[in-house]
């Protein structure tokens, strides 16, 4: 039992170049979100998704695109990637409103 | 505004003291609170999770409370060890898909 698992570990990217990170959970999970955490700061809600084939808009979702193709998996594109967008993405899941299981993190670094 | 706001931002402890994580929050309406432990380079892990009718909830040597009319939670750390160096954020529901995040307490505990 993998939990949540993240691809790739770390990036880095030039201005312009695009992107997909990728997010899996073997739990059966239903939500599914993806966070962003920048120094000094709480954890931002990017995209999350309720169900197969559904997502919707958090916090801070310019600039990011998402799918939700299959259950178990949960993609996140920069179709453009820009200097502010380097940050440590998390991919989380949850059974409804429940706890939230995190993934181990992906660094991304645009130059 | 939902805000959540931790103190200290970070403090530095003997092995085998106790210390105590302040959380204070304006999320309305509440549905609970949790506490997560983020090692470094890893993702948020949950330690706790207490509803309004909760004022406190241990989890091994973690001991948070809840007082909800003052909208400020704790978290105690017992007896301290080596591996309780660490980020602990404080996070709070609206019972909605949204958590607001504080920016976390960064404990570290020295031999």
Known sequence: NAGVTQTPKFRVLKTGQSMTLLCAQDMNHEYMYWYRQDPGMGLRLIHYSVGEGTTAKGEVPDGYNVSRLKKQNFLLGLESAAPSQTSVYFCASSYGLQKQYFGPGTRLTVT | ????????????????????????????????????????????????????????????????TLDADT????????????????????????????LSFGAGTTVTVRA
């Open chain 2, 71 to 98: 909208k400020q939670s704790s978290l105690h750390i017992t007896a301290s060890q080596l591996s309780d160096s660490a980020s602990y954020i404080c996070v709070v529901s609206d019972g909605d898909y949204k």
């Open chain 2, 1 to 64: 505004k939902n805000q959540v706001e931790q103190s200290p931002q970070s403090l530095i402890i003997l092995e085998g003291k106790n210390c105590t994580l302040q959380c204070n929050y304006t999320v309305s309406p509440f549905s609970n609170l949790r506490w997560y432990k983020q090692d470094t380079g890893r993702g948020p892990v949950s330690l706790t999770i207490m509803t309004f009718s909760e004022n406190t909830k241990s989890n091994g040597r973690y001991t948070a």
